[in-house]
């Protein structure tokens, strides 16, 4: 008992520090509305990597990101 007790605690704690460190280390700078977007590389649906600076200066790029959970994806 006391050792599931045990396991229990440290995959919570483990949870809580990994929650923490990816809220508040890892996070880049913020941005304000107005602010150039970073550059950033994705694939496309073919696995292709797009660049976002391939558009700069070419073309309006309009930016949504999905919960993988709330598309079809």
Same mark, same amino acid.
Do not use: C, H, Q
């Given at each position: ?5 045990? @396991?229990?605690?440290? @995959?919570?704690?483990? !949870?809580?520090? $990994? ?7 890892w996070? !880049?700078? $913020?941005?304000?509305? !107005? ?11 073919? !696995?292709r ?17 999905? @919960?993988?959970?709330s598309?079809?994806?």
């Amino acid at each position: 008992m006391k050792r599931a007790l045990l @396991i229990a605690a440290g @995959i919570f704690l483990l !949870g809580a520090l $990994a929650f923490a460190a990816t809220e508040f280390l890892w996070r !880049g700078p $913020a941005l304000n509305v !107005g602010d150039v977007a970073p550059d950033f590389t994705l694939p496309d649906e073919a !696995g292709r990597p797009v660049r976002l600076a391939d558009f700069r200066g070419r073309k309006n790029v309009v930016l949504a990101f999905y @919960i993988k959970a709330s598309t079809y994806g």
